[in-house]
């Protein structure tokens, strides 16, 4: 597992709840290995640790237990100086709300600017990369305008932009569609997909939205402040992943638990108890419900 881009073993993330003190756990044993250059999407209800997991791949916070591995560098240890280089350098961020990303001041081609300068990105090739940019998300006449003066779809179009600047290899996108229509909010999924089969950048799409799960390569489910299973693409050789089956898989934890999906709880009426039947003539193990009346 060595060529994984990003390695998260056991993470956990405790806060203090204001209110009485008492910390909680908002991530619990987190393992999350994804390859470079992959499109992947994290779904998963209110507050089951979405965004709190994105801001620790993202380097804004750090882990209270358990290794985080980007790009070779343990984001977990790292010293202020190296999560500032991590931060404007490897990783690019994108938020929900159009004015998280773009200071409402400055133009649009002066945000995807600033956001160079930040990153001490070569002045030299500034000028040509913030054309390229505007054009990348179709917004090239818009380049004068400032945030009030642009749509919403737009203004997430210019931030993903903003959030390219720098040239990221990883691009970690926190609900980047929650304030947006429907229509719009593909038009944002196919630029992500487009940066990434075109550009190879690998991307992490936190969201609630369930559109994403077929839309990413791999997509995990998060579900009570941990991860309970991903769905992913079945490759077979020379096929774009686009084009072939999903298989549904479940994480066992460290306690040897098991999240059964919820379509399967529906559809077979799984309830109570269970039975693991070994078929030692195949080497398969089947489940069956166990009448326990
Ligand atoms: N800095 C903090 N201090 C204390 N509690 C926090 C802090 N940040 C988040 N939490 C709590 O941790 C839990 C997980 O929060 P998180 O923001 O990761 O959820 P989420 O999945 O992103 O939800 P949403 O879909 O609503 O954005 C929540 O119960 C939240 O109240
Ligand atoms: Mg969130």
């Not at 996108?173 to 940066?195: K, N, R, V, W």
């Amino acid at each position: 597992m060595n060529n994984e881009f990003i390695q998260l073993n056991q993470v956990t993330k405790n806060f203090k709840d204001p209110a009485s003190d008492i910390y909680f756990q908002a991530l619990r044993g987190i393992d999350l290995h994804i390859k470079q250059g992959t499109l992947s999407s994290i779904i998963g209800p209110s507050g089951a640790g979405k965004s709190t997991l994105l801001n620790i791949l993202g380097g804004m916070t750090k882990p209270s237990t358990g290794t985080v591995i980007v790009d070779e560098l343990p984001i977990h240890s790292l010293d202020e100086a190296g999560m500032n280089h991590y931060r404007r350098n490897i990783t690019g961020f994108l938020w929900q709300l159009p004015e998280r990303n773009l200071l409402p001041h400055l133009t649009a081609e002066d945000n995807i600017t600033y956001s160079m300068e930040v990153a001490g990105y070569p002045k030299n090739k500034r000028e040509k990369r913030v054309k390229e940019l505007l054009h990348a998300v179709g917004l090239y006449d818009r380049k004068k305008h400032k945030l009030g003066q642009l749509s919403g779809g737009e203004a997430q179009r210019i931030s993903l932009a903003v959030a390219l600047a720098n040239e990221p290899k990883l691009l970690l996108a926190d609900e980047p569609t929650g304030e947006l229509d429907s229509e719009t909010t593909m038009e944002i999924i196919s630029y992500l997909q487009q940066l990434n089969r075109d550009d190879g950048i690998t991307i992490v799409v936190v969201t609630h939205d369930n559109r994403f799960e077929r839309m990413s390569e791999q997509s995990f489910n998060i579900l009570d402040v941990t991860i309970a299973g991903l769905r992913r693409s079945v490759k077979s050789d020379g096929k774009d992943w686009r084009d072939v089956v999903r298989e549904e898989i479940s994480v066992v934890n460290q306690f040897g638990q098991v999240k059964i999906p919820n379509r399967l709880i529906e559809k077979y009426n799984i309830s109570g108890y269970l039975r693991f039947v070994e078929d030692d003539e195949t080497g398969r193990i089947y489940i069956e419900p166990v009448d326990h009346n």
